[in-house]
């Protein structure tokens, strides 16, 4: 794909996605209301608020009509903390209401939606600012080539990001759904469309479990420290050098995001089991705490991932890599030096596939490539 096609098709989709987040972001919404009385973030009628709402008296207002089961509920909330008797033997079997699930619906709301969603925004604007920062090959296409992955490692690499790209899809719109498509489709259409995200979400989070699972072990071999990382570290990758640093297989930051996807996706995995089966933890505190972890781990590694998927398609020659295994041997040799001497002292540089070449796709001898195929001085 043309790089100009390719960062033009970036920057379309990334301002069609802060499009429809802005649309209906918290701020946006409330900035639309009258200043008349706080507004809930979520405008949506919910069975019961009327009932909470004159047993809470919020905004110091007194209900205009008592409902009548507001002096029960006030006074059960009044004796919450009484210690109570039950046959049940479940950890909140005598608790007569739960005060942390109001505590979590408004940690949901006032902060971890309008904070989670500004920082997904602020990603997508890194994204929209890098990608119109004209970027020049750093190295010279070549007619020899390296297998960089092999199959097994192409197909866990995809089966890991397919999983993991519909549960950010489902999961986003299960938490922002409410602000962005709701508005836009109508509460019919929303209601069918997040029932169905919801059973994707559950269905798909064990899959991606089993596929962190497997990209764990194929890669955690060529993502362990070396002594060399930490002087790409120290020099910033060379970010403001003109000749590339020195690197291995995976260079320090393709390793530190690796292992932030194995952090995060352990965190989204014990997490979500936890959501997904209710009885493995006691307490419904405990329950409350799995969500929030989901939740923060889902943001973060969808900004993570938001920046991974832009490198991939921005820098020539990543595509490459994870579509059909092989990489440009002065690819190789720019930014992954030390690997590059490898696989040359190994021999595994070949001639890329030519039509109507009898020779073509055949490993050849090191010996035989010349310093002006491999970019070599």
């Known amino acids: 794909m043309n790089v100009a096609v390719r960062h033009g098709l970036i920057q379309i989709l990334v ?19 009258d200043d008349k009385a706080p507004v809930s973030p979520i405008d949506v009628p919910n069975p019961g608020a009327e009932l909470w709402n004159a047993v809470r008296e919020r905004g110091g207002a007194e209900p205009t009509q008592q409902h009548p089961l507001t002096a029960i509920w006030e006074d059960v909330l ?19 209401i739960n005060a942390s699930g109001d505590q979590w619906r408004q940690l949901r709301r006032e902060q971890l939606i309008p904070y989670g969603g500004a920082l997904l925004l602020l990603s997508l604007a890194i994204v929209i600012g890098l990608s119109f920062v004209k970027r020049t090959a750093h190295y010279s296409e070549s007619d020899m080539i390296i297998r960089r992955f092999k199959v097994p490692s192409l197909v866990g690499h995809w089966l890991m990001a397919g999983s993991m790209l519909f549960l950010a899809f489902t999961g986003l719109v299960l ?5 962005t498509l709701l508005p836009l489709t109508g509460s019919d259409f929303f ?13 798909f989070g064990p899959i991606f479990t089993f596929a962190l699972i497997i990209f764990f072990f194929q890669f955690v071999s060529k993502n362990m420290l070396h002594y060399r990382d930490f002087v790409w570290m120290a020099r910033l990758g060379g970010l403001f050098e003109k000749k590339p640093l020195k690197a291995g297989f995976f260079n320090f930051g393709e390793k530190t995001l690796f292992w932030l996807v194995i952090f995060f996706g ?7 089991f936890a959501i997904l089966f209710q009885n493995l933890l006691p307490g419904r505190d405990l329950m409350l705490l799995a969500t929030l972890v989901h939740a923060v781990s889902a943001i973060l590694l969808i900004c993570l991932v938001i920046g991974h998927i832009f490198m991939a398609l921005s820098t020539k020659g990543t595509m490459d890599a994870i ?36 020779d073509a796709g055949k490993e050849i001898p090191v010996a035989e490539v010349s310093a002006e195929q491999t970019g070599a001085s």
């Open 175 to 179: 938490l922002f759904g409410r602000f």
């Open 15 to 33: 301002v069609i996605a802060c499009l429809l987040l802005f649309a209906g972001s918290p701020v946006h919404a409330q900035s639309s209301q």
């Open 323 to 358: 579509t059909t295994g092989d990489v440009d041997a002065n690819w190789a040799k720019a930014d992954h030096s030390v690997w590059y001497e490898q696989m040359k002292e190994a021999g595994h540089i070949r001639k890329r596939i030519a039509h109507a070449s009898d």
């Open 78 to 96: 009044q004796q919450q903390d009484t210690a109570a008797k039950s046959q049940a033997r479940s950890a909140d079997a005598t608790s007569m």
């Open 191 to 203: 209601s069918a469309f997040a029932s169905a995200s919801k059973e994707g979400h559950d269905l």
């Open 266 to 272: 352990i965190a989204l995995s014990v997490s979500g």
